[in-house]
Each structure stands twice: as structure tokens, then as C-alpha cells.
């Protein structure tokens, strides 16, 4: 067992060691000149200057690749170009609003999902499994940035029930947690669908009807534990969609997260604070989905063999 | 004869297009005409979905759109599937130091959340059609690599290989010819998905305003446009949205429909 958590430790290391690389090489993909990019052609030489150097741009790039791993080290991501604050500090006061909008989403997600796909399984072929099945097919198909105008114009606009953006109001969080989370709720009723139909085949379900078990509890104490867990694999694969999805969203509906913070940040062109929203978003992914694996080796045993 | 009707609707949608794609330019009279008496109109018997903002024909600029959608998602699907398949199949063939590098390299691009990479790398490239497609390569074509290394891994090892490579077949020859034909249908089924996400991932980088640039149309720019007009007209975030939607359903059923035909099992869903 500590073996294995030892091996998933040390290649989630390198992976993270290999996003950081491509992170920081980003920042060279810029076509021409970066520092010309971020102030523009009218910019004086003397600033021109100043601002590589304050980059280290003017440095060799293996240089800038140490200096680089040495600041993340001691979560220096560098200095926003527009007002100059740590981008690590910037980080740190929109990361909170993201965490919490992709928790509702996945909440939300998980509410609307399993009931969906367990009952769409226990009646195979009704037309509530067809609905459900929609559902789940126009889920997945419904873009994201289109869903949030639509709810906006239908539940802020039309009904007035909700505020059309920010997130002063606690009812603020509900059409973009709908809006994040309507995707995810489509796949994994799909999954839970198909992971509940292969357990209902198995012998022991079969067991438990015989010893006289109510359906109820065949199929919510027996069937769905050990539907779950392929489902929750997929989870945390899954969870990219989500915090991808998380950039669009909160642009849709002005929610001060990381992921708006990336597209300001890209229309300003201040690329440290687009590296570091990168990067940012991409250890919580990578560090979700190594607890994900080692949780599901201690939930079960036979994953520990293989 | 309704089941046949459905069964043949995905055809039809996505048949019409490829044709809005290849014919659009043609049947768009004026998607860039901006006349301002007209701003906003309704939908109308001689402008069928109605004007934007700027009094532009909202029809005419869905086809321009269907256009610049179609070309990235087919773009996308083929560079990303062609790089992605030969880096996958040669490190599943190479085996050895070769195969764990480059398993590696794609598991650290797999680190990368959904369409985060593409959003960063289309706002580093800069706003363009070309930039879009390459973003999305660079993003997409760990899914064939992975795919088809999976695939050659275990044809690898069959008796047709072993009596090709015993007749002097070069491993180039014995790959191109011996094993991807027979790792094809998984990865035919992962381009069909390929090409809804790459309709949809155009459309969002658009939203964004880092797709195509204007005034040339885009379905996730005219979304992103007439957000700001949704309570008075309605039609412009609906055509849009509706058509990226549709499209997408159609292609993610056909994909459906390809993989219980080819039977082969992904994790695309």
C-alpha cells in the first residue's frame, strides 16, 4: 500500500514538474516580441528594457527556467504587469469563488445525476430512460456559454428570480452552479446508468432478491455501492471538464474566480497572470485527481493488485 | 417510417452543414453589410432571422458561421488525429525508453483541465482562424496518441506482425501498413466526438473573443455579441446557440451510432 502511494506521489511529481515546464514556456510561444506585445509599438526603449529585465527575459533561457522553478518553490509566480501586485496574492483571493462555484456545480451535478441513472437503469427501456437519456444527450451537447445567457434571459430578466451576475447574493451562485454543472450532471448519469445495469447483472444482486430484500434496498444498499465506484473515477477525469467549464461560466455571469481572472488577464495581455491562472488551475486538477486514485485504492482492495 | 425520420435526422443536420459550409459564402449576400435603420429588426418574412446589432443579417452570418465552425472542426480533428496517431502508435511500437517518454509528455498535457490550455494558448497566439486550430491541436491530440498506442500495443504482438517482420517488412512499412488499418475504427469513433468538441470549443474561444476576427462570423462570437441586446432580441443569442447545439447533438450521435456499429469501447462520452 505505501509502496503504491509512494509511486502515484512521485508521478503526479513529474507531472507537475512537466506542466510547470509548459507553463513557463508559454510565455515564449508569444509570437515576436512579448515585452512589445504588452506595451505595445509606441513604447519607449528605456521601459522596453526595464520590463525584460524585470521578467528576466534578458537572461539565457535556461537562466529563466531556474529562476523560475526556484520563485514557484517559495510561491513567487512572479508580478502582475498591470499593477504591479504578486500574482500569487491576486491568486489568492479569486481562487475561494472558484472552489466554491465548481463544489455547487458538482453537488448540483451529483444530486441530479444518480437518481437519473438509477432509476433510468432499474427501468431499462421505459420512457423514463429514454427522457433521461435525452437529458443526458442534449446535456452534453449544450454549450455552456450559450445555457447561462439562456438562463440569465429566463430566470434574472424575465422572472426576476435571481441576480443576472456578481456574487454578492448567495441565490447569485444558482444559475452559474446550473450552468457548470448541467454538462457534468449529463455525463455522469450516463456512467451511473451504465455502471448500475452491469451490477444489477451480477450474482449476488440476484442473491439478494432471493433472500426476499425489498428492490429499494437491492438497489441503493447493494447495487449503487459498488456501482459508485467506476463512476467516481470517471469523477475525477471528469472534474477538467468542470474547471475548464469554470472559465466560460464565470465570464458568462461576471464571477470573480480564477477563470475570469484568465480572460482579463488575456485581454490585457498580462502574462504572468496568465501563467500562474494556468498553472493555478491545473495542480488543483492534478492534485484532485491523485487523491481521487489513492482513495479509490482505500475504498477498494482489489485496485491495490493491479 | 417516424424511426426512419429520426434515425436520419443527425444525417440531415450535419449534411446541411458541410453544405451551409461549402455553399454559405455563396448564399450570404451581405453578412458584413452594416446598415443602421435596421438594427435589431425581428424576424421577418424577407429577413428571415431577423438583424444584430448593427443591422447585419443574422442569417447570413449563421452560414458565414457555419463556415468558420466547419473548418476548425474538421482542421482540428484531422491535424490532431493525424500527429496524435502516428506519435501514439510509434511509442506503443517503439516500446522502450521512446514509449515512456512520450507517455509521459501525455500524461502532463492530460494535467491540463478541459479546454483550459486552448483558451491560454489562443490568448498567447492571438485571435485568427489559424491560431484556433492549432490551439486546439496542441490540445487534442493526446486523446489519438493515447488511443493509438493502446491499440498498437496490443496488435503489436499478433501473428500477422511477427510473419510480416519475419519477411523483412521495415518497421515503417509494418506500422502504416500491418497495424494502424486495424486500430482504426476506435480512433475513426474518438474523431466523430473530436469534431462535436472541436464545433464547440471554437464557438467558446469565440465567446471569449479569442476565435475568429471580426467582422467575419463565428457562432460563439454572435452569441458573446447579442448577450448585451437578449431582452429586446432574443433571436440573436437563440439562432446562434441553437445552431451550435444541434450540430453538436447531431455529431455526438452519429459518434454513438459508429461506435455500437464498429462496437469498440472509448471513454469518449
Same mark, same amino acid.
Given at each position: 500500500?505505501?509502496?503504491?502511494?509512494?509511486?502515484?506521489?512521485?508521478?503526479?511529481?513529474?507531472?507537475?514538474?512537466?506542466?510547470?515546464?509548459?507553463?513557463?514556456?508559454?510565455?515564449?510561444?508569444?509570437?515576436?516580441?512579448?515585452?512589445?506585445?504588452?506595451?505595445?509599438?509606441?513604447?519607449?526603449?528605456?521601459?522596453?528594457?526595464?520590463?525584460?529585465?524585470?521578467?528576466?527575459?534578458?537572461?539565457?533561457?535556461?537562466?529563466?527556467?531556474?529562476?523560475?522553478?526556484?520563485?514557484?518553490?517559495?510561491?513567487?509566480?512572479?508580478?502582475?504587469?498591470?499593477?504591479?501586485?504578486?500574482?500569487?496574492?491576486?491568486?489568492?483571493?479569486?481562487?475561494?469563488?472558484?472552489?466554491?462555484?465548481?463544489?455547487?456545480?458538482?453537488?448540483?451535478?451529483?444530486?441530479?445525476?444518480?437518481?437519473?441513472?438509477?432509476?433510468?437503469?432499474?427501468?431499462?427501456?421505459?420512457?423514463?430512460?429514454?427522457?433521461?437519456?435525452?437529458?443526458?444527450?442534449?446535456?452534453?451537447?449544450?454549450?455552456?456559454?450559450?445555457?447561462?445567457?439562456?438562463?440569465?434571459?429566463?430566470?434574472?430578466?424575465?422572472?426576476?428570480?435571481?441576480?443576472?451576475?456578481?456574487?454578492?447574493?448567495?441565490?447569485?451562485?444558482?444559475?452559474?452552479?446550473?450552468?457548470?454543472?448541467?454538462?457534468?450532471?449529463?455525463?455522469?448519469?450516463?456512467?451511473?446508468?451504465?455502471?448500475?445495469?452491469?451490477?444489477?447483472?451480477?450474482?449476488?444482486?440476484?442473491?439478494?432478491?432471493?433472500?426476499?430484500?425489498?428492490?429499494?434496498?437491492?438497489?441503493?444498499?447493494?447495487?449503487?455501492?459498488?456501482?459508485?465506484?467506476?463512476?467516481?473515477?470517471?469523477?475525477?477525469?471528469?472534474?477538467?471538464?468542470?474547471?475548464?467549464?469554470?472559465?466560460?461560466?464565470?465570464?458568462?455571469?461576471?464571477?470573480?474566480?480564477?477563470?475570469?481572472?484568465?480572460?482579463?488577464?488575456?485581454?490585457?495581455?498580462?502574462?504572468?497572470?496568465?501563467?500562474?491562472?494556468?498553472?493555478?488551475?491545473?495542480?488543483?486538477?492534478?492534485?484532485?485527481?491523485?487523491?481521487?486514485?489513492?482513495?479509490?485504492?482505500?475504498?477498494?482492495?482489489?485496485?491495490?493488485?493491479? | 417510417?417516424?424511426?426512419?425520420?429520426?434515425?436520419?435526422?443527425?444525417?440531415?443536420?450535419?449534411?446541411?452543414?458541410?453544405?451551409?459550409?461549402?455553399?454559405?459564402?455563396?448564399?450570404?449576400?451581405?453578412?458584413?453589410?452594416?446598415?443602421?435603420?435596421?438594427?435589431?429588426?425581428?424576424?421577418?418574412?424577407?429577413?428571415?432571422?431577423?438583424?444584430?446589432?448593427?443591422?447585419?443579417?443574422?442569417?447570413?452570418?449563421?452560414?458565414?458561421?457555419?463556415?468558420?465552425?466547419?473548418?476548425?472542426?474538421?482542421?482540428?480533428?484531422?491535424?490532431?488525429?493525424?500527429?496524435?496517431?502516428?506519435?501514439?502508435?510509434?511509442?506503443?511500437?517503439?516500446?522502450?525508453?521512446?514509449?515512456?517518454?512520450?507517455?509521459?509528455?501525455?500524461? %502532463?498535457?492530460?494535467? #491540463?483541465?478541459?479546454?483550459?490550455?486552448? $483558451? =491560454?494558448? !489562443? *490568448?498567447?497566439?492571438?485571435? @485568427? +482562424? /489559424?491560431?484556433?486550430?492549432?490551439?486546439?491541436?496542441?490540445?487534442?491530440?493526446?486523446?489519438?496518441?493515447?488511443?493509438?498506442?493502446?491499440?498498437?500495443?496490443?496488435?503489436?504482438?499478433?501473428?500477422?506482425?511477427?510473419?510480416?517482420?519475419?519477411?523483412?517488412?521495415?518497421?515503417?512499412?509494418?506500422?502504416?501498413?500491418?497495424?494502424?488499418?486495424?486500430?482504426?475504427?476506435?480512433?475513426? %469513433?474518438?474523431?466523430? #466526438?473530436?469534431?462535436?468538441?472541436?464545433? $464547440? =470549443?471554437? !464557438? *467558446?474561444?469565440?465567446?471569449? @473573443? +479569442? /476565435?475568429?476576427?471580426?467582422?467575419?462570423?463565428?457562432?460563439?462570437?454572435?452569441?458573446?455579441?447579442?448577450?448585451?441586446?437578449?431582452?429586446?432580441?432574443?433571436?440573436?443569442?437563440?439562432?446562434?446557440?441553437?445552431?451550435?447545439?444541434?450540430?453538436?447533438?447531431?455529431?455526438?450521435?452519429?459518434?454513438?451510432?459508429?461506435?455500437?456499429?464498429?462496437?469498440?469501447?472509448?471513454?469518449?462520452?
Amino acid at each position: 500500500m505505501l509502496g503504491q502511494v509512494s509511486t502515484r506521489l512521485g508521478a503526479a511529481l513529474v507531472v507537475i514538474l512537466g506542466v510547470c515546464t509548459l507553463v513557463f514556456l508559454l510565455i515564449h510561444l508569444v509570437p515576436g516580441d512579448p515585452v512589445e506585445a504588452m506595451l505595445g509599438e509606441s513604447a519607449q526603449p528605456a521601459d522596453r528594457a526595464a520590463l525584460r529585465a524585470s521578467l528576466g527575459l534578458d537572461q539565457p533561457l535556461a537562466t529563466q527556467y531556474r529562476r523560475y522553478l526556484v520563485g514557484l518553490l517559495s510561491l513567487d509566480l512572479g508580478r502582475s504587469f498591470q499593477d504591479q501586485r504578486a500574482v500569487s496574492e491576486i491568486l489568492g483571493e479569486r481562487l475561494p469563488a472558484t472552489l466554491t462555484l465548481a463544489a455547487a456545480a458538482l453537488l448540483l451535478a451529483l444530486l441530479l445525476a444518480v437518481p437519473l441513472g438509477v432509476f433510468a437503469a432499474r427501468r431499462r427501456g421505459s420512457s423514463f430512460d429514454a427522457g433521461a437519456m435525452a437529458f443526458s444527450l442534449i446535456g452534453v451537447s449544450m454549450p455552456n456559454f450559450w445555457l447561462g445567457p439562456l438562463l440569465i434571459l429566463v430566470f434574472s430578466l424575465w422572472l426576476g428570480w435571481t441576480p443576472v451576475s456578481g456574487s454578492d447574493d448567495p441565490a447569485s451562485l444558482v444559475l452559474p452552479a446550473v450552468t457548470l454543472g448541467t454538462a457534468l450532471a449529463a455525463i455522469l448519469a450516463r456512467m451511473v446508468r451504465a455502471s448500475v445495469l452491469e451490477v444489477l447483472g451480477e450474482d449476488y444482486i440476484r442473491t439478494a432478491r432471493a433472500k426476499g430484500l425489498s428492490e429499494p434496498a437491492v438497489l441503493w444498499r447493494h447495487a449503487l455501492r459498488n456501482a459508485w465506484l467506476p463512476v467516481l473515477t470517471l469523477l475525477g477525469m471528469q472534474l477538467g471538464g468542470l474547471l475548464g467549464g469554470a472559465v466560460i461560466t464565470e465570464t458568462v455571469f461576471a464571477w470573480p474566480g480564477v477563470g475570469s481572472l484568465l480572460v482579463e488577464a488575456i485581454q490585457a495581455r498580462d502574462f504572468p497572470v496568465v501563467q500562474g491562472c494556468v498553472l493555478l488551475i491545473s495542480l488543483v486538477y492534478v492534485l484532485v485527481n491523485t487523491l481521487t486514485d489513492l482513495a479509490y485504492a482505500g475504498v477498494d482492495p482489489r485496485v491495490a493488485f493491479r | 417510417m417516424q424511426m426512419r425520420l429520426v434515425r436520419l435526422l443527425p444525417f440531415a443536420i450535419v449534411g446541411l452543414w458541410a453544405l451551409a459550409a461549402l455553399l454559405g459564402p455563396l448564399l450570404a449576400t451581405a453578412p458584413d453589410r452594416i446598415d443602421l435603420p435596421r438594427i435589431l429588426a425581428a424576424p421577418s418574412p424577407s429577413l428571415p432571422l431577423g438583424t444584430d446589432d448593427l443591422g447585419r443579417p443574422v442569417l447570413d452570418r449563421l452560414l458565414v458561421g457555419s463556415r468558420t465552425s466547419f473548418v476548425v472542426g474538421v482542421g482540428v480533428v484531422a491535424l490532431s488525429a493525424l500527429v496524435g496517431s502516428l506519435i501514439g502508435a510509434t511509442a506503443g511500437f517503439a516500446g522502450g525508453w521512446p514509449d515512456l517518454v512520450i507517455v509521459r509528455i501525455i500524461d %502532463v498535457f492530460l494535467a #491540463f483541465p478541459g479546454i483550459l490550455l486552448a $483558451i =491560454a494558448l !489562443a *490568448g498567447i497566439l492571438g485571435p @485568427g +482562424l /489559424g491560431n484556433v486550430i492549432v490551439a486546439l491541436s496542441v490540445v487534442g491530440w493526446v486523446g489519438y496518441a493515447r488511443l493509438a498506442r493502446a491499440q498498437v500495443l496490443s496488435l503489436k504482438v499478433r501473428d500477422h506482425v511477427g510473419a510480416a517482420r519475419a519477411l523483412g517488412v521495415r518497421p515503417p512499412r509494418l506500422l502504416l501498413r500491418h497495424l494502424l488499418p486495424l486500430a482504426l475504427a476506435p480512433l475513426v %469513433v474518438e474523431a466523430t #466526438f473530436g469534431i462535436a468538441a472541436a464545433v $464547440i =470549443a471554437e !464557438a *467558446g474561444l469565440s465567446f471569449l @473573443g +479569442l /476565435g475568429v476576427q471580426p467582422p467575419t462570423a463565428s457562432w460563439g462570437s454572435m452569441i458573446r455579441d447579442g448577450v448585451a441586446y437578449m431582452l429586446v432580441a432574443p433571436h440573436l443569442v437563440l439562432a446562434p446557440g441553437l445552431a451550435v447545439m444541434l450540430v453538436v447533438l447531431a455529431v455526438n450521435l452519429l459518434g454513438d451510432r459508429l461506435r455500437d456499429r464498429l462496437d469498440v469501447r472509448t471513454s469518449a462520452a
